[in-house]
């Protein structure tokens, strides 16, 4: 039954009970007189009553001549010879035994419904907010079912993937034709894995199988198994295997893995299993407990495959793991493809133009960025979308909203002006390092005075300990000019000093890029195997203090030369880089054409040769 029609009847029992309660009480106010036994005695002297009734211990005298709107009189018995002078007065008189079973049991229990009610009220509210589902459904599976014409994704609305594509269609084949499969004695995987970074399309991936193979498709998150009951997680598990199995062949998707198979530990709290274990175990037993053959076919995705328990990923149960990695160039054309086809698309985008401007993007960032390209359209009142609308959008994502109303002294406008062509200069002179494609000295992001965006020629997998040292010489190319034009230092390197020294750490205690110190690894921090974000590590360093101090030494020494480089460049140049800061302060902004018109002449470094 609905719970909205449960609450609905409780509403109008409790309801009807107030009713007759108050129904009860008027009916006596307005036809019972109470009155005094005395009185009550008086008036059976005075035959006023034509019938008495005797109730436990009260008694009731019927009047012969109503009194008004009162027809009865009411008093409590209090002497046991009264039956002896009513027969002395001739008095017709009867002994009733009154039931009180119903009101004793409405009296009862009222107090108990109250309470039982309260506590339902509360208890609903505390479920829906912990996800735990309806009452007294505890133990009952949260998937939800879709069949083919409900999915709406087919492989035609998958794009960059190619690889994880055709791996999934063998899964596809075999759930149309089953037999052929097992023809040569072979048998199909269990589970199929899809591993990859957040947004690279795994969700829809397993959307599109289920569409292809025209098959009921359960979805769940592996958050919804874990509860704060124990047991009630692992009664998930077999309910939802149970209803997979009565629709089979079926699909079983189960997202976000990590939070239900995280690796087991040695030991567990309080000397048992925990509610994640017992829901593991379970999802472990029923993953062994079925056929294949039967056409059920288990697939998950997760962003921390380091994590799982070895358990799950062993040989018979998710037999094949699928990365789902974010496209190179070509795939993220064929992505944007898939998105600008529902848009007004302004038939002179380049989108190979598109998908250079964004290395690094998931599918998920380029659908968010077709978007955002076209509410900049809209919002200029245009009829189409254009490339213009593209790189505007870009630099919100990537540099984050403009603040062209934040206000600044002219010193500070000035000090930004030289920071950020000496990011350019440098980069210009430089031939290892991505090229400038746009430079502003309007605020945007979070405390971002002013923003270089430089667009990469071809998506790199590899970097060599040359290429890196000239990225960190772009890094302190903003100091170095501030040093060189205003002779002060001001905090607004602080961010590229960081990234500078994380990356020269990088290459001496991760890459073995010190000769010193030799090819030696000493960064000991365990990095998730998808990360490629270059993050700051935690400093657990497996090394003596000597060794420390040297490694101290040889981050200090890459992060010097690459300044001093970077400040001799600008010397070179100071003509050009007083030219370049003086357009920039009065556009505040420049594109990628009216940087190669500074870039004439401008003397390239030699050692990047």
Same mark, same amino acid.
């Given at each position: 039954m609905?719970?909205?029609?449960?609450?609905? &009847?409780?509403?109008?029992?409790?309801?009807?009970?107030?009713?007759?309660?108050?129904? +009860?009480?008027?009916?006596?106010?307005?036809?019972? %007189?109470?009155? @005094?036994?005395s009185e009550f005695e008086k008036s059976i002297g005075n035959h006023l009553f034509s019938e008495v009734t005797i109730a436990g211990n009260t008694i009731t005298g019927k009047l012969k001549t109503p009194d008004g709107a009162k027809t009865v009189m009411v008093a409590t018995i209090v002497d046991p010879a009264l039956a002896a002078r009513l027969d002395k007065f001739d008095v017709p008189y009867t002994r009733i035994i009154e039931n009180t079973f119903l009101h004793d049991l409405v009296v009862g229990l009222a107090p108990f419904l109250l309470i039982f009610a309260l506590w339902f009220f509360l208890f609903r509210n505390f479920a829906e907010k912990q996800g735990m589902g309806g009452f007294l459904s505890i133990g009952k599976s949260n998937a939800k079912v879709y069949i083919q014409t409900n999915t709406g994704v087919t492989f035609a609305d998958v794009a960059g993937v190619d690889e994880a594509k055709s791996e999934l269609e063998e899964v596809v084949d075999f759930l149309k034709r089953p037999q052929e499969y097992g023809r040569l004695g072979a048998h199909i995987p269990k589970g199929v894995l899809l591993v990859g970074p957040p947004g690279t399309g795994k969700t829809l991936l397993a959307k599109a199988v289920a =569409?292809? #193979?025209?098959?009921?498709?359960? @979805?769940?998150?592996?958050?919804?198994?874990?509860?704060?009951?124990?047991?009630? =997680? #692992?009664?998930?598990?077999? +309910?939802?295997?149970?209803? #997979?199995?009565?629709? #089979?062949?079926?699909?079983?998707?189960?997202?976000?893995?990590?939070?239900?198979?995280?690796?087991?530990?040695?030991?567990?709290? &309080?000397?048992?299993?925990?509610?994640?274990?017992?829901?593991?175990? %379970? &999802? &472990?037993?029923?993953?062994? =407990?079925? +056929? @294949? @053959? =039967?056409?059920?076919i288990i697939l998950s995705a997760t962003n921390r495959p380091e994590i799982l328990d070895p358990a799950l990923l062993r040989a018979g149960r998710f037999d094949r793991q699928v990365l789902v990695d974010r496209p190179d160039r070509q795939g993220r054309i064929a992505i944007l493809k898939v998105h600008v086809a529902k848009i007004k698309l302004d038939p002179a985008v380049d989108l190979d133009t598109i998908a250079g401007l964004t290395p690094g993007f998931s599918g998920a960032d380029l659908a968010n960025l077709v978007n955002e390209a076209t509410l900049v359209a809209t919002r200029q009142r245009a009829e189409q979308v254009t490339e213009a609308n593209f790189t505007s959008a870009v630099e919100r994502i990537v540099a984050g909203l403009e603040h062209k109303t934040r206000l600044m002294s002219t010193r500070e406008r000035e000090t930004v002006a030289c920071h950020e062509m000496g990011h350019v200069l440098v980069a210009l002179a430089l031939k290892h390092v991505d090229p400038v494609h746009k430079v502003s000295i309007i605020p945007r992001g979070f405390g971002a005075l002013g923003y270089t965006i430089q667009r990469p020629s071809e998506d790199r997998h590899l970097s060599s300990k040359h290429e890196l040292e000239e990225k960190i010489a772009v890094l302190l190319a903003g100091r170095a000019a501030e040093k060189l034009m205003l002779g002060v230092l001001s905090t607004g390197a602080a961010d590229d000093l960081v990234k500078a020294s994380d990356l020269a750490r990088h290459m001496v205690t991760s890459y073995g890029m010190d000769e010193d110190l030799g090819y030696v690894a000493f960064d000991l921090e365990q990095r998730s195997m998808l990360d490629t974000s270059g993050a700051t590590t935690s400093g657990n360093i497996n090394a003596s203090e000597d060794v420390l101090r040297r490694i101290d030494a040889a981050i200090r020494t890459i992060v010097m030369d690459a300044y001093h480089r970077a400040y001799a460049i600008l010397s070179t140049n100071r003509e050009v880089l007083d030219r370049g800061a003086r357009l920039l302060l009065q556009k505040e902004t420049l594109d990628e054409a009216a940087i190669h018109t500074l870039a004439h002449d401008l003397v390239i470094d030699a050692g990047s040769s």
């Open positions: 609905n719970k909205k029609h449960t609450w609905n &009847l409780l509403y109008w029992f409790l309801a009807l009970i107030l009713f007759v309660y108050i129904q +009860d009480v008027w009916q006596s106010a307005n036809q019972a %007189q109470v009155v @005094s036994y =569409g292809e #193979a025209g098959v009921p498709f359960f @979805s769940i998150s592996g958050s919804e198994f874990v509860e704060m009951f124990v047991g009630v =997680g #692992a009664a998930r598990v077999r +309910d939802l295997f149970e209803q #997979a199995r009565t629709h #089979a062949p079926a699909i079983i998707f189960i997202d976000e893995l990590d939070a239900l198979g995280r690796a087991r530990g040695a030991m567990s709290p &309080l000397g048992g299993h925990d509610e994640k274990e017992q829901t593991l175990n %379970q &999802l &472990l037993s029923e993953m062994d =407990g079925f +056929d @294949s @053959s =039967g056409g059920l």
